[in-house]
């Protein structure tokens, strides 16, 4: 298959700006990812139920198969993804009034949840300088210190109290 896509440079810019007794508080970090060529970006719906936002591994044919930490969800909502090309991942609460907690899980099992509260968002850290993706990018473990990185298996998310929506974007290489 020929394609005309044709890679581009994603470019994230986060900006703080407070001013506080005058003085200029804010700061802006840029970061620049080259040889983008997938991009998914949806508007999903989360119930107060458990929901797979998306899943990783390292090829698509095994997405949704079981593998050592248990059972994947029977499908995610915003997608599969292959664990070595993903480069950058971000997830806003969309809602003005309800939060979304958020689970990540391992390839072990091991997992770890966040709050996203209303109008908030959560940026997933992927390997970019040795192109992993989200291989070897999480542990879940009692003792911070004591850890082995492995991949991320997938993302869940549940709403508390009514139905969110979230804005899940994934870039790809």
Same mark, same amino acid.
């Given at each position: 298959?020929? !394609?005309?896509?044709?890679?581009?440079?994603? !470019?994230? +810019?986060?900006?703080? %700006?407070?001013?506080?007794?005058?003085?200029?508080?804010? @700061? @802006?970090?840029?970061?620049?990812?080259?040889?983008?060529?997938?991009?998914?970006?949806?508007?999903?719906?989360?119930?107060?139920?458990?929901?797979?936002?998306?899943?990783?591994?390292?090829?698509?044919? @095994?997405?949704?198969?079981?593998?050592?930490?248990?059972?994947?969800?029977? $499908?995610?909502?915003?997608?599969?993804?292959?664990?070595? !090309?993903?480069?950058?991942?971000?997830?806003?609460?969309? #809602?003005?009034?309800?939060?979304?907690?958020?689970?990540?899980?391992?390839? $072990?099992?091991?997992?770890?949840?966040?709050?996203?509260?209303?109008?908030?968002?959560?940026?997933?850290?992927? #390997? +970019?300088?040795?192109?992993?993706?989200?291989?070897?990018?999480?542990?879940?473990?009692?003792?911070?210190?004591?850890? +082995?990185?492995?991949?991320?298996?997938?993302? +869940?998310?549940? %709403?508390?109290?009514?139905?969110?929506?979230?804005?899940?974007?994934?870039? %790809?290489?």
């Amino acid at each position: 298959m020929t !394609t005309t896509i044709t890679n581009a440079t994603l !470019t994230v +810019t986060i900006t703080e %700006a407070v001013t506080l007794n005058g003085y200029d508080q804010g @700061s @802006s970090n840029v970061l620049s990812l080259p040889n983008i060529d997938e991009v998914v970006k949806r508007i999903v719906t989360v119930s107060t139920t458990e929901t797979g936002l998306f899943s990783f591994a390292a090829n698509v044919a @095994s997405q949704v198969a079981a593998d050592s930490g248990g059972v994947r969800q029977a $499908s995610y909502i915003a997608g599969h993804f292959d664990h070595d !090309t993903a480069r950058y991942i971000r997830i806003t609460n969309k #809602d003005d009034t309800n939060h979304a907690t958020l689970v990540f899980r391992g390839e $072990s099992g091991a997992e770890f949840a966040v709050m996203l509260d209303a109008g908030n968002s959560f940026i997933y850290c992927c #390997d +970019t300088t040795d192109g992993a993706g989200v291989v070897n990018t999480m542990d879940a473990h009692s003792a911070a210190q004591s850890h +082995t990185l492995e991949a991320l298996r997938d993302v +869940t998310a549940q %709403a508390n109290a009514a139905d969110v929506d979230l804005e899940v974007f994934v870039a %790809a290489v």
